[in-house]
Structure formats: C-alpha cells, structure tokens
C-alpha cells in the first residue's frame, strides 16, 4: 500500500514549468486549475489545449509577480491595501471555521418540513417606511381596517409605493419576515414592522401556492436546498452565538466631528452620482460610489486621513485605514428614505466588530497558519501580477497610442447597381458604419491593420465604387433571390476602423 502513495507523491511534484526559483508542479497546476472558472470548462477535457494554455497563464503569472514584487508594487496603492484586505479576510475566515468546525447534524425530519415550505411560494405586498414611530401606526390602521388588504393597498398609493408585490420561496426572505408569512399567517394579514438597515419593512400576506403535483425530480431538488439552506443558518446562528459572547464587554468610540465630516463628503459624491444617472435617463436610486468616488474622498479628506476616527481599548483605527475597508465593502443608498449618516454607522460598527475578532484571529495565530500561508502567498501573486500588467498596457497605451489601428473591411452583394450606389450614398452618410438595412453585409471583424495589409491611415477613405460581379459567382448567387439574374452589383471594402489605445477621458 504504501508503495502506490509514494508513486502518487512523487508524480505530484513532476515539475511542468520553472519561472527563476518558483517551480509549478503537478500538483500546483492541478490545485489552480481545479478552482478556476470559466465559460465552457466542463468540456475542456476532451482536448489538452485548455490545460495547456491554463499553464501558459500560470507561467505569465509567475513572470509578472516576479517584475512587479522587483519594482515593490505590493508596498504601494492600490495593491498594498488589497494584500492586506485579503489577509483579513483568511484570518476571519479561518477564525469562522474554528468556531464551527464542528459538523451540523440535520434530521431527515426538518429537511421534509422545510422542503414542503420551499416548495409553496408565497405572495406579499409590502411597504418601506423610514420612521419607527409611523411605521407601528400604518400597521395599527391595517390591524383596525374591516378590510386589511383594501386598507393595505390605500396606503400603498398614499405613500407612492403602489404595487409592490413580490413572490418569493422559503429561504430567499430576510428571516424575520419569512418568519411572519411561513407560520401560520392567512391571507390578508399584515405583520408588523420589520427593521432591515435603516428602513421598517410591513408586509402582508396575500397567497400561498400549494403544488397539485410534485414531481420525484421536483421534490429531491427541493430536499437538496432545504438542507443546504439549513446547514448554512445553523452555522450563521452559531458564530452569531460566538460572537454575542465574545463582544460581551468590548467597547469603541467613533470621533463624531469626523464621522459627520465623512459622512456629508460621502453624501456630496453620491449627489453627483445621481446628477450623472439623470442625465443617462437612469433613476437617482439605487446610487453607489465608484473606484473613482474613493479616490476623490482620499484627496477631499487628506488633511484628516491620519486622525483616529474609531478607538477601542485595544487599538485605534483611523480615517483613511476605515476608508479603505468601505471601499472594499461598498456603499450604496436603494432608495430616499435611506440615509447615508445611518448606513455610514451600520458600516462602521460591522467594521469594529471585524477588528474585535481580528485581534482574536491573531492572538490565536491564524495568520501563521499553512493553509492560510498559502493562500495569502496565491493571492498576492495574482494581484502582483495584475498590478504589473497594469503597468505594462499603460505603457503601451503612451507609446503607441495613435499608431496601432483596429480595421474591419464590410462587404455587400446587391443585384443592381441602383441599389448598389444608395447603399454606397448611405454609407458616405454615415462615418464608421456598415450598417444596412435588410442587406446581408460580410465584415472581417475589428482586427490590427496590419493584419489586413493596411496601414490605416486617418480619417478613414470613403466607400469604393460599386463593381460588377460576373456570372455564375457564388457570391452572388447566394445572396439574391431565387429567380433573379445571377449577374450582381458589389460594394467593396467598406473600412471603419478604430484606435487599438484610445485617449483616457480628462487626459490631453
């Protein structure tokens, strides 16, 4: 027996690539290549070209990695507060594993409960309020309405939120409300307010399906997410639990003055967000910040991104250190009865209880840990290796922008010269385009101009004069109409083209 495994090994670190002192094995290689996902890979196994282009990938990774650990990419922005973004996350993660390494035993019994409710979808109207006061007193007037569900449907119209109805499955609701309308609710009744981030969420039951007939297919399918949804709450429930003891006790301040100076820079950027949505002909909700958004928070608030923002017994975070773990979170508003001081400290305080068990996670040595060693080293390479690429293609874009052309040659085939010189007439109209109505037109598709033996010069030259194809051409006679003459007009070589570096907006 122990024969085979020391074969098995020793097959595994057959090198296939050395990149200088980094050598990708067998086993490396099939690691990678298990984990990536991409389009069609299911079948990729019926050729070795996929695996061997997989491996040419991991080799201009190691290449890159290796320039861009040269030049200290990874001690500069962006990739330096990524790696340390990432290194986080491992640590959290393997903290969150100890906690519930422990196996959850589900009976036969709770997965059949929970696959029949998954299997009887459910039909509510709901409102959003952004007051705990009013939203207990539409609920007390729907409680004391003769009829709740006319009553419902009023406030819904008087409030501008008319219509919103939606049908979901048990498992796909926030639990508290999935609560209300899976135990025992009856159609028109409303239950009461619900806090999800900073609105009150009032729903009132208006269906429940119950299938006729339930296929073994269908039931089996429905087995398989009620256990996996049941196996993921019983293990949220039990970290919540850790957590609820761990915080006993634990306290932190966040600096007000720059809290609220934060918080009214955030607010100007999501406004011009919004004057920006209106303008395309989009809705001023939902609005997010953008990459871009972050980069001007950092230089509107570079005065202060060294002051403490929050403070723990424990340790001091400041403002730019907060900024960088909201960026990775994001922020968005879905509606105006959000606002962005409440969803700012929501944030905040997530961000606070991360540090807590930061601190756990390395007073436990997580971070020293192998496997989290490992995929910390998987990660900074990639991100090495995306920085560096970054660079290079920057580079090219500076030299060689305005020299390097993308060409398509469009071609039709009519069957008169009539038609022939419209379209010609049509195409001079219209700089850059091939299109033609009701004409079958062949393009070669955006390629280098030197591929097509053009030099592509600027502007591009207008259409060529149409000419005359001679019977019996295949290309004519399998483009016209059945019955009509086998002689045929052509409009050749149509060219548009494109720059392969275009000019980056802002930029002269």
């Known amino acids: 027996m122990l024969v085979p495994a020391t074969i098995r090994a020793q097959e595994e670190r057959v090198p296939l690539a050395r990149v200088g002192a980094t050598v990708i094995d067998r086993a490396t290689f099939l690691k990678r290549y298990e984990n990536a996902v991409w389009i069609g890979k299911e079948r990729s196994g019926v050729s070795i070209v996929p695996k061997h282009a997989f491996l040419l990938a991991l080799i201009a990774e190691e290449l890159l990695a290796h320039e861009g650990e040269r030049r200290g990419l ?29 196996p959850i035993r589900l009976t036969e019994a709770e997965i059949d409960s929970v696959a029949r409710l998954r299997l009887a979808p459910v039909t509510f109207a709901y409102l959003t309020i952004g007051d705990s006061a009013w939203a207990w007193h539409v609920y007390r007037q729907v409680q004391q309405a003769s009829d709740p569900i006319a009553a419902f449907d009023s406030l819904q119209q008087v409030l501008g939120q008319a219509g919103q109805l939606r049908t979901a499955r048990w498992g796909e609701l926030y639990e508290p409300l999935e609560t209300f309308l899976y135990a025992g609710a009856t159609p028109g009744q409303a239950g009461p307010p619900v806090s999800v981030d900073s609105l009150y969420y009032l729903v009132q039951l208006l269906d429940r399906a119950t299938p006729a007939l339930i296929t073994p297919d269908a039931w089996q399918q429905a087995r398989y997410e009620a256990g996996r949804i049941l196996q993921e709450r019983r293990e949220r429930a039990r970290f919540t639990n850790f957590m609820r003891r761990f915080g006993a006790g634990k306290t932190a301040q966040v600096n007000d003055t720059l809290f609220y100076r934060l918080a009214d820079a955030v607010r100007t950027r999501l406004t011009l967000r919004q004057v920006q ?18 980069k001007a928070l950092r230089l509107e608030l570079d005065d202060v991104l060294d ?39 929501a944030l905040l305080w997530e961000i606070i209880a991360e540090e807590f068990l930061l601190e756990e996670g390395y007073a436990r040595g997580l971070d020293r840990r192998l496997d ?38 469009c071609r039709a085939t009519l069957s008169t010269k009539e038609a022939a010189t419209r379209l010609q007439q049509r195409w001079m109209q219209m700089p850059e385009s091939c299109k033609a109505d009701g004409i079958t037109v062949d393009t070669t598709g955006y390629r280098l101009a030197p591929t097509l033996g053009l030099s592509a010069p600027w502007p591009s030259p207008p259409p060529r004069e149409p000419y005359w194809g001679r019977s019996p051409s295949p290309a004519c006679r399998k483009r016209l109409p059945a019955g009509e003459s086998t002689d045929c007009w052509i409009v050749a070589d149509r060219t548009t083209r494109k720059p392969l570096f275009r000019k980056r907006p802002g930029k002269k």
Do not use: C, H
């Not at 969150?96 to 390494?101: C, I, S």
């Not at 900074?380 to 970054?390: D, F, P, S, T």
């Open 307 to 345: 002051d403490p923002l929050i403070e723990a017994p424990t340790f001091t975070r400041t403002l730019g250190y907060v900024l960088d773990r909201l960026a990775f979170r994001g922020f968005e508003l879905r509606s105006e009865r959000q606002s962005v001081p409440y969803r700012l400290r």
């Open 74 to 102: 990874d001690q500069e922005r962006p990739v330096r507060p990524i790696l340390e973004e990432i290194e986080r996350m491992l640590v959290l993660d393997a903290l969150y594993r100890t906690e519930v390494q422990e």
């Open 277 to 294: 949505q209106e303008r395309r002909n989009r809705p001023r909700y939902p609005v997010a910040l953008l990459e871009s958004d972050w």
């Open 372 to 409: 989290v060693q490992q995929d910390l080293a998987m990660w900074r390479k990639a991100y090495l290796a995306r920085g560096m690429r970054k660079v290079l293609v920057d580079s090219l874009r500076e030299a060689w922008r305005g020299q390097l052309w993308l060409v398509n040659l």
